[in-house]
């Protein structure tokens, strides 16, 4: 066993000593160490129970002879911390995620690791960070949350309230309304109801085979929850006492499994963020994985599922109902060769083992292939002269007459800006907002724009006005949302050089993002250019600024300078 390095042999009678002072005994050393990689935090709704699960997974390990240690990484809420500098922090605490696990894994030479995350960056920091470890490792995340309710019974959830603050920015609603909104939209703990980051992310897991089936549709805090949790929990130990490589992370998680989840995150329109965080978790598996392969997956997968915010009615509890991912995946597969069914999982059978019994349960909610919403996938890669390297919209949640469009351009220097100039009535019907020097680089940190697209949302413009930015979106982003566009301003990118007035071009279905402007009039503008900066104070912000690629590159840190 790889943990052997600090329990065995007579020179080791000192780590020995140290071990025994956490309580183990003689007949603890034979046994695989495991890992219990929490992402417990009080403040996310998504974690604040999570040690309860941590508890539940020591005693399971314990139980089927392994012995765990519990450690734990941060967090961040991007719904807290949307709308103001907090957002800076949001991205990079993906890299301190994986950076911590690693670090704990490694300086201890722990044979095998069970991961609990559940929301937006913390499932791929952890999945980043276990790639680099590269041990027999499950995921079992936290689970969704139930979906709100208004009283007059409308399902609610996330993505409703910050479209609200819009409507009662525009006279639209009463502040009795807002504050029933606000009071239900989140009942439980849980990840965000609709399919935002941490879902799609939790759904992608499954896809991939790193997590047992239910892994992203069971809600969270209930008793199907808590056996699932107590599966994972066994099922680490019984891949730990194998001691065999086949179970090794990257055997599972390998190119096979990157397409899949990418397969997946089309049939349900998943979040933007998908792209970055899979582009990344590709990098750690050492998977090339060109950006352009994902319009060859999109161009050849139906839309089979549509939930919140595409469809505010349907939310993860519904998915699960329905089938669950299984469903998806063996709907997915009757097309033939989308899905690398050969591909393992966790639970030693292989994808299209896992999934041949599963059914569709309720075909309003999952569609077939041939009543899909769309015959393509959910999102799309948008290139032209603006996106070079490309940009990503979810066209899942875009309303049909806004997949072609042509506007004029309002340019912004920061989301601050835009916030201001959209609740200023800056914006009108056809225009095209343009937010820049807020990606990786630029921000730094590549803030979540929620605030002023589910503005434009609740100001009635959602059928008349396009966004785009060098930023990212929140999974409950819909609308013409452009982000991830690369090169991004702070480097030189065309999106630095667009004026108020410059008319730009989109075509999700044709994949272009353009500016309408003649090549001697930007040669100007670039020979005059003079970047704006964003004032940095944070030194561990300043470090990522240093170091942080691009989106199209997933925005990974470079190791060589």
């Known amino acids: 066993m790889r943990s052997d390095i600090i329990k065995k042999g007579f020179d080791k009678a000192p780590h020995r000593s140290l071990l025994r002072a956490t309580g183990l005994k003689d007949e603890d050393f034979d046994k695989p160490f495991i890992g219990i990689a929490n992402s417990y935090i009080d ?41 103001h500098e907090g957002m800076l922090y949001s991205l990079p605490s993906r890299e301190i995620i994986a950076d911590s696990m690693e670090t704990v894994m490694n300086a201890h030479a722990l044979d095998a690791m069970i991961c609990i995350p559940n929301c937006d960056k913390i499932v791929p920091g952890m999945i980043m960070g276990a790639l680099r470890i590269n041990v027999p490792t499950v995921f079992v995340s936290g689970g969704p949350m139930a979906a709100g309710y208004k009283k007059d019974g409308t399902p609610i959830d996330l993505s409703t309230a910050f479209e609200a603050v819009g409507e009662h920015a525009e006279g639209k609603m009463s502040d009795e309304e807002l504050y029933d909104i606000e009071c239900n939209a989140c009942p439980s703990g ?27 549709t069971i809600l969270a805090m209930t008793p199907a929850r808590i056996e699932l949790v ?37 049939a349900m329109g998943g979040s933007s963020n ?26 050849h997968v139906a839309h089979i599922a549509k939930i919140s915010p595409s469809l505010t009615t349907v939310h993860m509890e519904d998915v699960d109902k329905a089938g669950g991912v299984n469903a998806v995946m063996h709907e997915v597969s009757r097309r033939g060769g989308l899905l690398h069914l050969d591909n393992p999982t966790v639970t030693g059978e292989t994808i299209g083992e896992r999934i041949k019994d599963a059914k569709i349960l309720d075909k309003n909610i999952i569609h077939t292939n041939e009543n899909a919403y769309s015959q393509v996938g959910g999102l799309s890669i948008l290139f032209g002269n603006l996106a070079l390297e490309g ?26 800006e835009a916030i201001s100039g959209i609740m200023g009535h800056k914006v009108k019907a056809g225009d095209i907002v343009v937010i820049r020097y807020e990606g990786p680089k630029g921000g730094p940190g590549m803030q979540e724009m929620l605030a002023p697209t589910a503005l434009i949302q609740g100001m009635g413009l959602g059928s008349s006005v396009a966004l785009i930015t060098d930023g990212r979106f929140s999974g409950a982003t819909k609308g ?7 090169p991004e301003a702070a480097e030189g990118g065309l999106i630095a050089f667009i004026e108020d007035g410059d008319e730009i071009e989109l075509d999700t279905d044709k994949h272009i993002l353009k500016l309408n402007v003649a090549d001697d009039i930007l040669e100007k503008r670039k020979a005059n250019w003079k970047p704006y900066k964003n004032e940095v104070k944070s030194k561990w912000l ?5 170091l942080v690629s691009n989106a199209s590159n997933g925005a990974v840190l470079k190791t060589e300078l």
């Open 190 to 216: 849980g990840s965000c109801s609709g399919m935002f980051t941490a879902n799609s992310m939790n759904t992608l897991c499954e896809a991939m085979g790193i997590a047992l089936p239910g892994n992203g």
């Open 230 to 266: 107590k599966k994972a929990a066994k099922r680490i130990v019984e891949m730990a006492k194998a001691d065999d490589s086949k179970y090794n992370l990257r055997n599972v998680l390998n190119e096979k499994a990157v397409h899949n989840a990418f397969v997946v995150d089309m």
């Open 274 to 299: 998908t792209v970055l965080h899979m582009l990344a978790i590709a990098r750690e598996a050492e998977v090339d994985f060109p950006i352009e392969k994902i319009n060859e997956i999109a161009d």
């Open 43 to 83: 403040i996310i709704p998504g974690h604040f129970f999570l040690h309860e699960y941590g508890e539940i997974v020591k005693e399971a390990i314990r139980e089927a002879g392994g012995v765990p240690f519990v450690f734990n990484t941060i967090g961040v809420d991007d719904g807290i911390a949307m709308g």
């Open 480 to 486: 013409a949302s452009i982000g991830h566009v690369s």
């Open 542 to 546: 300043k470090r990522y600024q240093l």
């Open 391 to 416: 940009a990503v919209v979810k066209t899942a949640g875009i309303d049909p007459t806004m997949r072609q469009f042509k506007g004029k351009a309002i340019c912004f220097n920061s989301q601050e």
